[in-house]
């Protein structure tokens, strides 16, 4: 079983950057491979980006690549999200997501656990 709590959400303005943070309970966060995914007003939840669990894999959504980095660090039980040169089209709730494997993956129905989600609003 795993907790996942996500911070570091807020309000900026386009072009301005945050980090989210995702703060995982138990022994065995390194053997989860780990992803964000966010959701818009009147949207389904999408991929935004995935890690494995060692932190050497990673893939992005088209939209954020080269604008968001995903990272981890097992010995905190924490992962990270960096996310510059924000846009307004990505505001919407951020969400961490744990996977029982070690395997990456990108839908959301392949993900085990989940966090309550953090808050990000890009105004323009």
């Known amino acids: 079983q795993v907790q996942l709590v996500e911070s570091g959400g807020g309000l900026v303005q386009a072009g301005d950057s945050l980090r989210l943070s995702c703060a995982a309970s138990?022994?065995?966060?390194?053997?989860?491979?780990m992803g964000w995914f966010r959701q818009a007003p009147g949207k389904e939840r999408e991929f935004v980006a995935t890690?494995?669990?060692?932190?050497?894999?990673?893939f992005y959504a088209d939209s954020v690549e080269g604008r968001f980095t995903i990272s981890r660090d097992n010995a905190k039980n924490t992962m990270y999200l960096q996310m510059n040169s924000l846009k307004p089209e990505d505001t919407g709730v951020y969400y961490c997501?744990?996977?029982?494997?070690?395997?990456?993956?990108?839908?959301?129905?392949?993900?085990?656990?989940w966090g309550q989600g953090t808050q990000v609003t890009v105004s323009s």
């Open positions: 138990g022994r065995t966060f390194g053997r989860y491979a």
């Open positions: 890690i494995g669990w060692s932190g050497g894999n990673t």
């Open positions: 997501a744990a996977r029982a494997s070690i395997t990456l993956a990108t839908m959301w129905d392949e993900f085990d656990y």
